[in-house]
């Protein structure tokens, strides 16, 4: 079954960048798409960004449009997310998640911390 690692995290002040990375290390499933997820102290879950199978579409929220980018390398079975130009509002957990089920992210990774500093 497909299983996710997510790695990249850490502190950076605000105006940085950082890069996550989404490894898929246990595959047996068809992946319809990926996504990336964070979750700040006391709020839901939010999506971010999310890319197909083929890459060749993806998808921002309107709070890191022109910001983060996502991509995927399907050779690697892996998922990228860049991320320039943060902000301390973008300090969260941040999760990658898959969709095994067309529609339904369904695998989730463990969660990688992002903390922005001002």
């Known amino acids: 079954q497909v299983q996710l690692v997510e790695s990249g995290g850490g502190l950076v002040q605000a105006g940085g960048s950082l890069a996550l990375s989404c490894a898929d290390s246990g595959r047996t499933s068809k992946i319809y798409a990926m996504g990336w997820f964070r979750q700040a102290p006391g709020k839901g879950r939010e999506i971010v960004a999310a890319?197909?199978?083929?890459?060749?579409?993806?998808y921002y929220s309107d709070s890191v449009k022109g910001r983060f980018t996502i991509s995927r390398d399907n050779f690697k079975n892996t998922v990228y997310l860049q991320m320039d130009g943060l902000k301390p509002e973008d300090t969260a957990v941040y999760y990658c998640?898959?969709?095994?089920?067309?529609?339904?992210?369904?695998?989730w990774g463990q969660g990688t911390q992002v903390t922005v500093s001002s």
């Open positions: 998640a898959a969709q095994t089920s067309l529609g339904v992210y369904d695998v």
């Open positions: 890319i197909n199978w083929r890459g060749d579409n993806t």
